[in-house]
Nanobody
Framework: VQLQASGGGLVQAGGSLRLSCLAS????????MGWYRQAPGKQRELVAT???????DLADSVKGRFTISRDNAKSAMYLQMNSLKPEDTAVYYC???????????????WGQGTLVTVSS
């Protein structure tokens, strides 16, 4: 199983970016997907999660600015980031909690990360 994150880049404060995460490989079902970020010198933090049924949860710091979505048919997840702030600068990682077989255990897989830099 591989998770490929993409869409990061350099943007000015107030701008927008859309991150994508695509899961591939032997996957039976993906229960939860989420975005995390890690700024320089800081711990990795949760940004947003989305369940298979579409239920979402977002960190207070991004509510009203970020939107998480997923396409179950494509095993894909997206993060629309609007009104970006310099404090959003970080490496963004995607995570999927999935089963590789019908009776397999739920296991976490991480993507490689994509850098988002917001200039002031």
């Amino acid at each position: 199983v591989q998770l490929q994150a993409s869409g990061g880049g350099l943007v000015q404060a107030g701008g927008s970016l859309r991150l994508s995460c695509l899961a591939s490989g032997s996957i039976f079902s993906i229960d939860f997907m989420g975005w995390y970020r890690q700024a320089p010198g800081k711990q990795r933090e949760l940004v947003a999660t989305i369940a298979r049924d579409g239920y979402t949860d977002l960190a207070d710091s991004v509510k009203g600015r970020f939107t998480i979505s997923r396409d179950n048919a494509k095993s894909a997840m997206y993060l629309q980031m609007n009104s970006l702030k310099p404090e959003d600068t970080a490496v963004y990682y995607c995570k999927a909690t999935l089963r590789r077989t019908e009776w397999g255990a739920l296991t976490d897989y991480w993507g490689q990360g994509t850098l988002v830099t917001v200039s002031s």
